[in-house]
């Protein structure tokens, strides 16, 4: 396992540092002066320079890149040009929503996808298996931000059950902030559910092949006891992977459902960002989320690894 | 006769079929004719209910939605198929070169090259190209054909690598064929089902992008219609005409289910190993 983890690891990190040189290349590359483009024709030459300065465009670009990394890992991101406050405050900030909103919204789909997919792979071949598979299907094919408009359309417009949008805080009003998320974690978790109940279906119904609930099933275990204690466990490894995998679409997925609901998470930070100029907070939000895509990876790989050590050992 | 019967047997194959043929038919007849201008705007006849002259009713603008949906959907088209088209293009030969030299350099170097791709999700890529260059089409298609890129790599890569260790292709290693030689003449046209059935599903997933990036703003730009930009305009205004929020989308989901059926269907065909599995 060490071994593993030790190569993963050093895959990740590797990854992890292509993909800090492409977001610095990207921008380093930004045709024109990066200085007159985030503060416009209008700006002062003593504001463009002051700009420039602290930009550091009057450097090396390694020694710029150096210096970038440093701040990323140290987390001083610099400062947000539009806003006027540390990156790095700015983005705890937004953390505040986006990861409730990823968390509830898995958490969700989760909770939706697995019963369905046993549900289906129980009663494979009749109605309820046609159902969760119809839905499955609508799911993926449904954008999630048009899940999003219906929702409030239904749920706030016409049935004023939750906000259309906003975001009121944690800290004075709790329950207010959690019911602001509801609507905008169901419409990304729904796309999400319907990928993992088809998954969970597929994964248990190859594993109800296995000689081994064959054996469990001629001991007298009965036909729900297997495949709830034996099966579903079994299972596991691939539901596990592409659970992980979709976390990084549903981490995508936010950017658009925040300027859906205008939540102020990250996305809608992204979003704004672009439109304000404020290049270092784009380069640094970019270059996070990314990093939360390869963590999770490998954390997908780990987990998977932990619970079938198979595929692990065959790579020795 | 046949051979349509044979198709019959797969239900998701015809209705997917059905559907993307009438996306296309859509897309193709737009260009020649649509009921009206899909530019024309009428802001004295704005938020008009469906009937009469325009079916779907008319939009923020007066313009006639029936119209901008059948031009918006040779944007998704097109878009589709140029990210598509960009991502087999360069991701199919990637992934063949992959698994033809199999534990060398370059299949490593292009394992690396496809986690890095897959650390930014399409989304993700097309805000750093809109910081780089602006918002706009070609914005759009580079962010997902990039992505494609990836995705047709590694799925070559595991189809032809699927191929490699039958009989056949062991038989022309040992008749001294050239590696190139047989990556070409063996394996890639047996590992070509698996890649046109990912085309369909990239295709469907392109389609789901560009909207989602139109919406955004990242996208295809005015006058240029889109689905994405077009359920932007509504929701501003859904309290006004709710209708015009829900055409668009289901425009989006009828095209991404039959693309996504057409893939499931064409597997179905392709695999016959499949079908039993599918109907026990």
């Known amino acids: 396992m060490t071994s593993f983890l030790a190569r993963r690891v050093s895959v990740c990190l590797v990854t992890l540092w292509a993909a800090s040189v492409v977001v610095f290349a990207a921008m380093t590359a930004l045709p024109g002066d990066p200085a007159l483009v985030m503060l416009g024709t209008e700006a002062s030459p003593e504001t463009l320079a002051a700009l420039r300065r602290e930009l550091g465009l009057d450097r090396p670009v390694v020694e710029r890149y150096a210096a970038w990394v440093g701040g990323l890992l140290t987390g001083d991101l610099g400062v947000s040009h539009a806003y006027d406050v540390a990156v790095g405050a700015l983005i705890a900030d937004r953390l505040a929503v986006t990861v409730p909103l990823a968390v509830l919204a898995m958490g969700l789909a989760v909770a939706v996808a697995v019963p369905l997919g046993v549900l289906a792979a129980d009663r494979r071949g009749r109605f309820a298996d046609y159902g969760v598979l119809g839905f499955a299907q609508l799911g993926v094919a449904v954008p999630g931000f048009w899940i999003g408009i219906l929702l409030i359309l239904v749920f706030a417009v016409e049935l004023g059950w939750f906000p259309a949008g906003g975001f009121p805080g944690w800290q004075d009003q709790a329950a207010a902030a959690l019911s602001a998320l509801v609507l905008p974690a169901l419409a990304l978790a729904l796309p999400e559910a319907a990928i993992l109940a088809r998954v969970t279906r597929a994964a248990l119904l190859e594993t109800l092949a296995e000689d081994f609930v064959r054996t469990a099933r001629a001991k007298g275990l009965g036909r729900r006891a297997v495949l709830v204690r034996h099966v579903l466990r079994n299972a596991l490894v691939p539901m596990v992977t592409i659970g992980g995998l979709q976390f990084a679409f549903l981490i995508a997925g936010a950017i658009i459902i925040e300027s859906v609901f205008t939540l102020p998470g990250l996305g809608r930070l992204v979003v704004q960002a672009i439109g304000q100029r404020d290049l270092v907070v784009v380069q640094s939000v970019v270059v996070l989320l990314a990093a939360l895509v390869i963590a999770v990876n490998l954390l997908v790989d780990l987990a998977a690894a932990a619970i079938d050590p198979r595929p692990r050992l065959a790579d020795r | ?280």
């Open chain 2, 1 to 280: 006769m046949r051979r349509l019967l044979q198709i019959a047997r797969y239900p998701n194959l015809v209705v997917g079929g059905v559907l993307t043929g009438g996306l296309l038919a859509v897309a193709l007849l737009s260009l020649a004719w649509t009921p009206q201008d899909p530019a024309l705007q009428d802001i004295a006849g704005r938020f008009a209910p469906p009937g009469g002259a325009h079916w779907l009713g008319t939009d923020l603008y007066g313009r006639d939605t029936l119209s901008l949906m059948m031009a918006a959907a040779t944007t998704s088209v097109t878009v589709g198929l140029i990210a598509v088209g960009i991502g087999a293009g360069l991701g199919v030969p990637l992934g063949l070169v992959a698994a033809t030299w199999r534990g060398r350099w370059a299949d490593d170097a292009i394992g690396r090259l496809v986690d890095l791709v897959f650390a930014f999700p399409a989304l993700l890529s097309a805000v750093l190209i809109t910081a780089l260059v602006g918002p706009g089409a070609a914005t759009a298609i580079v962010a997902i054909g990039l992505f494609n890129v990836a995705v047709f790599a590694r799925v070559t890569r595991g189809a032809v690598r699927a191929v490699a260790v039958r009989d056949f292709v062991r038989a022309a290693q040992a008749l001294g064929r050239r590696r190139l030689d047989i990556a070409l003449t063996h394996l890639l046209p047996n590992a070509a089902g698996a890649i046109l059935v990912q085309a369909t599903v990239q295709f469907a997933v392109a389609i789901l992008a560009e909207a989602g990036l139109s919406y955004l703003g990242f996208g295809v730009q005015p006058p240029t219609p889109s689905w994405g930009k077009m359920l932007f305009d509504a929701q501003t205004l859904m309290f006004l005409a709710p209708m015009q929020a829900v055409y668009p989308g289901v425009a989006i989901a009828l095209a991404v289910l039959g693309l996504n059926l057409l893939g499931d269907g064409l597997r179905d065909l392709l695999d016959p190993r499949l079908v039993p599995m599918r109907a026990a």
